[in-house]
């Protein structure tokens, strides 16, 4: 095999198209080394979109260079990050790329470096980090480089020990984290980079593997504005036109709906014998309708310019939010339920992210809620912890303007809530939420995904089980009994309120026999029943 000494550009694309590929290979298998057996496994889904985003802003530049290259994958990662693995891929690609960037090429002392300040990048994004993680597979492997940097040039030598010891690392998790080793899985986040490194040699050794086609990358994410989508839409066809032809009962339409496709998009069509019913977008409408012309006459015709009827709109929309006070404060939660949305909007939370359990939202549909809100401070709530490290690259990219409340629970998004006065200053909010986090205590009911033993609990595919501070404290198969267990752990002498929302799979008389239940257990407390919505779990309970 050939050594590497040089990484142009071309390859450097290829390192990171190679990488993203082992990811979507390998991300259900990523999944499913959770430590917990409830329905949250997403950090293989977190770190592949991520890689995803970051390829889509490489794929993006015109002109490649490292540079160019190195910029497209900073910004891509950043507003593509998903989670806490997600976060902190975007920042090991981010220290990675900050010195490549400086280069025309990448020769092997800079490929060590650029690896040596991605492990400094990701460990300073990380409060307290925690050995037995990503970042310890990180660090071994990096240390690893260094010392083969003494021995080689060949840059693929060097990414292959690289490799071989984050795989050893990967192996030594769970004897650096008990919870790894009682779950007998490895680390999740290390495993994503090992298959990560293992794109990168791949691509740097010269095997070919058969990527998807480019139609068939579906790369894109959803979350851009309702506007920029618009906007993009418009510019590629401007004219909807509808019509009917009537035509004879044996007319063939075929070749006509063939040429139909070179003429724009968003086509449909109806036939019955002697009628073709045509939508077409297109930006030659005159030209469509003679040659439908040809076929029989037509009826029902109908153009509409889409480009006036969108500038009409954003007009509407801008008028609209001059129209609208600018607010000292306003709020973005992330949430997910319909429920416990209703809640949010009620307690006056402006924008709403879809988000929670195996759907964490990235930085940029954070930073878009952001942008939407009409207000000169706006306050985050997460809502989970899996979230906060991404509500907390918004600091750098709207500055002072944001305030992040690190709420792990919508129930303490919630509780947080009602502290808030209009009347006091954002300093003085701040302080109130914060304290109020620690004001509730949060349990929760879900059904395992896989067999496990967690806290010295056998716990089988199917149980159910109940958590409190992520830990699972009960299990068993009767769902009262298992809210009841649970409730007499979080409940004690200062309890006052129990409140109980239930999912979307619970019926309301189902949720009725339990207010029932917990009522006559507990009649010195008061119990308050709300419909949360929620996916995956049967209840939360919030105790105050």
Known sequence: MMGVYIIDSNL???LFEYATYELEKHREEIDLLNVFPVPDGDTGTNMLYTMRSTLNEIKKVKTLTIRSIADAAIKGSLMGARGNSGVILSQIIRGF???IRNHEEIDAKIWVKSWQNATRVAYRAVLKPTEGTILTVLRDGVKEAVLALRETQDILKIMERTLEKAKESLLNTPNLLPILKEAKVVDAGGQGLVWIWTGFYEALSGVELELPKEKEKVVEIKEKPEREI???????YQYCTEFIINSYENVDFTNFKKWLETQGDSIVTSEAPGLLKVHIHTNHPGLVLERALELGSLSRIKIDNMAEQHEERLKEEISQDV??????IGFVAVSWGKGINEIFKSLGVDMIV?????????????SNAVEKVRARKVFILPNNKNVILAAKQLESIHKDRVV???????????RVLYEYNPKDSWEVVK????????KIKVGEITRAIKDSSVNGLAIKEGDLIGLTNDEVKVTGNDIYK?????LNLLLDESSEIISVYYGEEVKEKEAETLLSIIKEKYPQYSVELLYGGQPFYYYYFGIE
Do not use: F, R, W
């Open 431 to 438: 302080e109130k939420m914060e304290k109020a986090m620690n």
């Open 97 to 99: 790329c900050e010195v």
């Open 12 to 14: 450097l694309v290829k």
């Open 404 to 414: 992040i409340i690190p709420t792990k629970h919508v129930l303490e998004g919630i």
């Open 323 to 328: 129209k609208t006070p600018l607010k000292e």
């Open 482 to 486: 298992v809210s009841l267990d649970l």
């Open 354 to 366: 879809n988000g929670g359990q195996t759907l964490n939202p990235s930085v940029e549909s954070l």
């Open 230 to 236: 618009l906007e993009s839409y418009v510019l590629t």
